[in-house]
C-alpha cells in the first residue's frame, strides 16, 4: 500500500528481456535506505519487488500483464520514473490510499501554464469513467492528485511546482502514456452499488427461489 507522495526520482539505468518478462534497474540516491530484497517499490505507481540491490540500484522484474497494462512496457534507459516505497502503520497518509494495482493507462492531451499554476490534462480511457469525480482523487505515475476538471472523455489536473520539481509529471510531453489508478474507495463504492441493484432484478429473485 502506498500514499501516492513520491519520495524521488529514480532513472532506469537498464533494461533487460528475460523470456516474456523485462529486469529494469533503476538507479537513486535515498530510497534505498533500509530496503532488503523482496520488499516493495512502487515505480511510476507500479508496486514491484526488489529482486536485487547494489550500492545505489536496485533490480525489479515485471510480467507480460504488467508491461500491457502500464507505461512500464515503453520505458528505456534513461528514462526517469517516480519512487515511493511502501506505506508503514506508524505513517500518515499525505495522499490517499494507493494500491499500486494500476488500472490502465491515460495519455497526455496537455501540460500547460494558466493563471491558476501548471494544468495537466489527461485522455482516459471510458471504461474508468464510472470511478472518476470532480474533486476525486486519481493517481497519475504514482502521484496522488484531485481532478479539478471532468470532462467525457479528459480529465485535468493542478500541479503546483513542487509536484513539477519532484515527480516526473513535470517533464511530461503530448501523447506520453501514463498510468492511471482509481481511487480505492470510488472502486468498492461502485461494486457496492452494482451488488444493491442486482438485489432487485427478476434473475435475482429468482434464483433464491423469492419467485
Known sequence: MFTGIIKEIGEISSVKKSGANKTFAVK???????????????????????????????????????LNRTNLGIIKKNSKVNLEDSLKFNEDIDGHLVQGHVDTKGEVISLSKSKKGTILTIKYPKEIAKYLAFKGSISINGVSLTISDLNYSDFSVDLIPHTLKNTNLGILKKKDEVNLEIDMIARYVKRLLDAKEKEFTYEFLKDRNFI
Open 28 to 66: 537513486t540516491s535515498k530510497i534505498l535506505a533500509n530496503k532488503k530484497i523482496g520488499q516493495s517499490i512502487a515505480i511510476n505507481g507500479v508496486c514491484t519487488t526488489i529482486t536485487k540491490i547494489t550500492k545505489n540500484t536496485f533490480e525489479f522484474e515485471a510480467m507480460p500483464e504488467t
